[in-house]
């Protein structure tokens, strides 16, 4: 494979988002058709790179500047987060109508993100990922200036802390390119600093953050676009950081840390959607909660923890296009949504989060202690499951922008690969641990039909299969006649959760004082980047990329 094919999933859409622009000024849209043609022609390219080799393509197109290199690569961890962004993207665009500027600005997206997880250094995905964040506010705010937002400013403070540790990597150790890090100079200062940057990357937090609230938009066209291409990126760098660590951490506080934030994220997601007053409230925390077992699974620091992590992520990815599309009138579709999104067995979900509470009793230590929460938190997400199969739907989005058939698609396809864990894991998130924790002991293996792990053995086929062919047989005698949507009360309400929220919207409602407006004003500096011609928010990323390589 020639190494500049590695360009290919950046180049297409940035191709197609230009024709699509080209014809859009002389008053031609082009509509979903050509948008999807360009999304689908980057997943298409990545496949291509990738697939036929199954190795690592590289390919240096000059320096950027004190070191840094041009540096971009398609590995295993690129291909697995590649097909995140890039099929949940290509769907939407594929399928929802949207006007051309938002077709455009949905591309220049997809691109960004992608050339973030191509770049073989810390400094080009930090600037690609600033990029990226920038280009969603635009969308979000291009859509529906009223709804709600994730902050420019805090998401461009995790990438501006990103390369920060990508500029201290270079003067202290000569490089920040992933593979080539000395280990000696990630320090835990270091690390600390690169996880703040995949937390506020991503927002994984235990309060109700962006990757929830974007669901409570009127329209979800631009929502879906905008956590397809930033959520996973924050997991990027935290499995990118067992490379540039030698395949561990600086230290097992790290670990521990991470994989409480995670599981503290998760639970807070299921103690808000088991009280969700709404199927489309419940709906919103779907996405934060598998995040949250996502990184508790990630940050155990084994490849079991990691190959779990990485499917549940998978699963959410999938997810991004299946709430996005899902109607919000109760039927099949959104029973089936929920039953994939919660880990019903046999889902996709179900033998991740089953291989995730393993890795945790293989760690040992307090880990086994985090696994027993995780099982806390898991039968939580089921409970809350149950009560929103009947609650009211919420508020509506277009029909236009929906299609309960692709919806329901994807929801069973969650569920009906759960027997074919094994191969997800030998396809999708294997080359990631081999990537990334090649001295790492406790290795998955088991071919494709079986997971098999230091201690035990997942016999995913004849597991799965027959609870399979129950459930289909379960629904069948049942269906769903028996469900009446109505308001149920909460299963339990968190203590102090309503001071909490109260404290978070004091914080949020702080200001500057009158006398310093004029200097100091975030909300402002956003909307006027939001609301300006390209140029010139274009221009202040060409300002960071060169202040940060010179």
Known sequence: MPPVAVLGPIVLPLAAAGVIAIFGFAGMNLGRIAAG??????????????????????????????????????????????????????????????????AVLSLLALAASMAAVEGGGMV???????????????????????????????????????SWCGVILQVGGGTAVYSAVPVATVTGPLFTLLAASALLASCLFPWRTWPAELWARPSLRAAGITVATLYPLGFYLLVRAYEIGDGRYPHPLFNVGLAVVGLAAAFAAAARAQAAPTRRRFLGELIPGIGGLALTSIAIGTPLGL?????????????????????????????????????????????????????TFEAGDFLGLIGLASA?????????????????????????ETFPKVSLAIGLLILVAGPALALVETGFAKPVAAEVMQASPGGVSGGLTNVVTVSSVLPAVTLLVPLLIFGALVYAAAGISTIRTQARPALFKVPAAASLERLRAAVRAATVPDQYRSILNVRELERAAAGGYPVLWLGALVALAFAVTR
């Not at 298409?44 to 080799?53: E, G, M, N």
């Not at 920038?134 to 969308?139: D, E, I, K, W």
């Not at 709600?148 to 501006?160: E, K, T, V, Y």
């Open 37 to 102: 043609m360009g999304a689908f022609a980057s997943l298409a390219a990545l496949l291509a790179v990738w697939v036929p080799v199954r190795s690592s393509v590289e390919l240096t197109l000059g320096p950027l500047g004190f070191g840094s290199s041009f540096d971009l690569r398609v590995d295993g961890v690129t291909f697995a987060f590649g097909l995140m962004i890039a099929v949940p993207a290509a769907v939407l665009l594929a399928l929802q109508p949207r006007a051309w500027p938002q």
């Open 124 to 162: 080009l995905t930090a600037i690609a990922g600033g990029t990226a964040a920038t280009l969603a506010v635009v969308l979000l705010d291009t859509e529906d200036p009223r709804a709600p937002r994730p902050s420019w400013a805090m998401l461009l403070a995790g990438w501006l802390a990103l």
């Open 307 to 359: 190959t779990a992590g990485l499917i549940l992520l998978g699963t959410a990815s999938a997810m991004v296009a299946c709430l996005a599309l899902l109607p919000d009138q109760a039927g099949i579709a959104s029973l089936v949504t929920i039953a994939a999104a919660v880990g019903l067995p046999p889902g996709l979900a179900f033998g991740a989060r089953v291989l995730g509470i393993e890795a």
């Open 376 to 400: 806390a938190t898991w039968a939580t997400w089921m409970v809350g499951g149950a009560r929103a199969i009947g609650l009211p739907a919420g508020r509506g989005h277009p029909l236009a």
